[in-house]
C-alpha cells in the first residue's frame, strides 16, 4: 500500500526546543517537500529536495533544518529560531521536481 | 500580484453546480493541477490537464483552459455537502523547480 505517512499528528513544543517532524514515502519518488500552511495563506514552501543528499531552500526556510540521508525519508526540524511555529505542515513526494505532487495527512505543531 | 491566483470563498447551494476560478501569469507550464483539501487533511489530487488541452471532463468534474487568458476553472457538477473544502490550483513552474499553489479557494455547500 503505497503512500506518504508524517508523524506525529500532532505535536506539541515547549519554549526553546527543537522539534523533529517526520516524512516517509514509500512511493520510490525522487522529490520530497516541506510546506506550512497556515489559515488564508495557503500553502508556503519551506525545503525541498530533488534527490538524496541534496536540498534547497523555498521560500520561508528560516528557523527550519532538514536532512535527506534515505530516498524514503525527509525530516523536518523545527528549530527554535523559529518564533512563530504554530502552524498545519505539509509533506509531499514527487517523481520529479515538476510532476505532480502527492501529499501525507499532516502534523499539527502548538506551542506550549 | 500573486503568481497563482483565486478567489478565497464561494458559496453554492447543494445540486448547484461550483466554478472555481484561477489565473496564472507564467504560460511556460506543462500541466495545471486541482487539488482537495478537506478541514485536518493533506491535500488530494483531483485531477489535473496538459497545458495542450482545453477541456477535460472526469465524473462531475471539469476543468477548463483558456491558455490566451491564462485561466484555468473547476466546475463540479451537483454539488454536494461532502465537496465542502478547499481547492487549490497549482502549475508547473520554469526549470528543475516545484510547483506553484494558489492560495485557495474555500468551497462551502449548503444543504
Known amino acids: 500500500d503505497g503512500g506518504i505517512t508524517q508523524s506525529p499528528k500532532y505535536l506539541f513544543r515547549k519554549e526553546g526546543q527543537n522539534v523533529t517532524l517526520s516524512c516517509e514515502q514509500n512511493?520510490?519518488?525522487?522529490?520530497m517537500y516541506w510546506y506550512r500552511q497556515d489559515p488564508g495563506q495557503g500553502l508556503r514552501l519551506i525545503y525541498y529536495?530533488?534527490?538524496?543528499?541534496?536540498?534547497q531552500k523555498g521560500d520561508i526556510a528560516e528557523g527550519y533544518s532538514v536532512s535527506r540521508e534515505k530516498k524514503e525519508s525527509f525530516p523536518l526540524t523545527v528549530t527554535s529560531a523559529q518564533k512563530n511555529p504554530t502552524a498545519f505542515y505539509l509533506c509531499?513526494?514527487?517523481?520529479?521536481?515538476?510532476?505532480?505532487?502527492?501529499f501525507g495527512p499532516g502534523t499539527r505543531l502548538l506551542v506550549l | 500580484g500573486e503568481d497563482v491566483e483565486q478567489s478565497l470563498f464561494l458559496s453554492v447551494r447543494e445540486g448547484d453546480s461550483s466554478v472555481i476560478n484561477c489565473t496564472y501569469t507564467?504560460?511556460?507550464?506543462?500541466?495545471l493541477y486541482w487539488y482537495k483539501q478537506e478541514p485536518g487533511a493533506g491535500l488530494q489530487l483531483l485531477t489535473y490537464?496538459?497545458?495542450?488541452?482545453d477541456m477535460k471532463q472526469d465524473q462531475r468534474l471539469t476543468v477548463l483552459l483558456n491558455k490566451k487568458d491564462k485561466h484555468l476553472s473547476l466546475r463540479i457538477a451537483d454539488t454536494q455537502t461532502g465537496d465542502s473544502a478547499i481547492y487549490f490550483c497549482?502549475?508547473?513552474?520554469?526549470?528543475?523547480?516545484?510547483?506553484?499553489f494558489g492560495k485557495g479557494t474555500r468551497l462551502s455547500v449548503i444543504a
Open positions: 529536495s530533488q534527490i538524496v543528499n541534496d536540498f
Open positions: 509531499a513526494s514527487s517523481l520529479g521536481a515538476q510532476e505532480t505532487q502527492y
Open positions: 507564467d504560460s511556460s507550464s506543462t500541466y
Open positions: 490537464i496538459f497545458s495542450n488541452m
Open positions: 512511493l520510490n519518488h525522487d522529490a
Open positions: 497549482a502549475r508547473g513552474a520554469r526549470g528543475n523547480t516545484p510547483l506553484v
